[in-house]
């Protein structure tokens, strides 16, 4: 059985910066795209960030242009554990950040593509 919990989640200034982890259990080995997703109240979840295995350690990566050039998705393969990196953050992130697991080869940047879920985390940026 597959879980995905996020942490990292909270309060920061315009500007600044937050890291969000994905700690992953059960077979790992079956996903082929994990991605970020965001909710903001009143709207529709949407794609943040994917990365997608190619081959061996191999992996692509892929970004909304709102994020390019300030977020960053990385993975640590022995904890399994994937992070999205986020800086100069702004108001408009405030979201609950998902992450997500797909083992079904999708393209990765759609909800309905992904298999498994994790609860979510409240990023907010405000003064």
């Known amino acids: 059985q597959v879980q995905l919990v996020e942490s990292g989640g909270g309060l920061v200034q315009p500007g600044g910066s937050l890291r969000l982890s994905c700690a992953a259990s059960g077979r790992t080995d079956s996903f082929y795209n994990m991605g970020w997703f965001r909710q903001a109240p009143g709207k529709e979840r949407e794609f943040v960030a994917q990365?997608?295995?190619?081959?061996?350690?191999?992996?692509?990566?892929y970004y909304t242009d709102s994020v390019k050039g300030r977020f960053t998705i990385s993975r640590d393969y022995a904890k399994r554990t994937v992070y999205l990196q986020m800086n100069s953050l702004k108001p408009e992130d405030t979201a609950v950040y998902y992450c997500a697991a797909d083992v079904n080869y999708g393209s990765g940047r759609t909800v309905s593509e992904y298999d498994y879920w994790g609860q979510g985390t409240q990023v907010t940026v405000s003064s």
């Open positions: 990365m997608r295995w190619s081959s061996g350690s191999t992996y692509y990566t």
